[in-house]
């Protein structure tokens, strides 16, 4: 199993460019987050997704858009990329029932 | 709102000192607190969880609700100790479960 993977590792856009990140999980989780992290601010909470087709606000949604078509995958979307979107970005998932997240190894994203 | 404080950035000890590292909360319901770490160069794993009360790397961590504390120990620092550690408080969003993490402590265990 790979657990949660992320791609890409690492990206470098310019101010308002626009791209996606894509979250991959094989375990069958229902539930997935999109988390940055930042300097000194540890992980914020972007969107989350219970389930297939649903997804939800986190405590700093502004500026990213999420999709989850297929259960494995959660994609998080940059329309205009600004560049206080530099920071860390992981992706966790969940098991129903469960209290752990699984975490992805991190895209690290570069806004110029 | 809840909210995770960890008053320290950066700590250092030598190894075979006792550690502890710090974390307050604030939230207004029944809490579910967790630490998280991250070693160098993996990806950031669950370490361990309030509720299950046991010891994970001769960690342990106890709830205290009066000081609404959850301070992370260890007697005997090891090297490989050396790490990011987050706590991280679970509450129910919806029909989620959401995690608000603690801005982090850096440890550095010296030899």
């Known amino acids: 199993n790979a657990g949660v993977t992320q791609t890409p590792k690492f990206r470098v856009l310019k101010t308002g460019q626009s791209m996606t990140l894509l979250c991959a999980q094989d375990?069958?989780?229902?539930?997935m987050y999109w988390y940055r992290q930042d300097p000194g601010m540890g992980l914020r909470l972007i969107h989350y997704?219970?389930?297939?087709?649903?997804?939800a606000k986190g405590e700093v949604p502004d500026g990213y858009n999420v999709s989850r078509l297929k259960k494995q995958n959660f994609l998080l979307g940059l329309e205009s990329a600004a560049p206080s979107q530099t920071s860390v970005y992981f992706c966790?998932?969940?098991?129903?029932?469960?209290?752990?997240?699984?975490f992805g190894p991190g895209t690290r994203l570069t806004v110029t | 709102a809840q909210r995770v404080t960890q008053p320290e950035k950066l700590l250092s000890v030598f190894k075979g000192a006792p550690v502890e590292l710090k974390c307050n909360y604030s939230?207004?319901?029944?809490?579910?607190l967790f630490w998280y770490v991250q070693y160098s160069r993996q990806r950031l794993q669950l370490l361990l969880r309030?509720?299950s009360r046991e010891s994970i790397k001769g960690f342990t961590a106890d709830l205290n609700k009066g000081e609404t504390s959850f301070h992370l120990k260890k007697p005997f620092a090891q090297e490989e100790d050396s790490a990011m550690y987050y706590c991280?408080?679970?509450?129910?969003?919806?029909?989620?479960?959401?995690?608000?993490f603690g801005s982090g402590t850096q440890l550095t265990v010296l030899p």
């Open positions: 966790a998932s969940r098991k129903p029932g469960g209290y752990e997240q699984y």
């Open positions: 375990m069958n989780h229902e539930y």
């Open positions: 997704s219970v389930g297939e087709g649903t997804t």
């Open positions: 939230y207004s319901g029944s809490p579910e």
């Open positions: 309030h509720i």
């Open positions: 991280a408080l679970g509450f129910p969003s919806g029909s989620a479960r959401q995690l608000t």
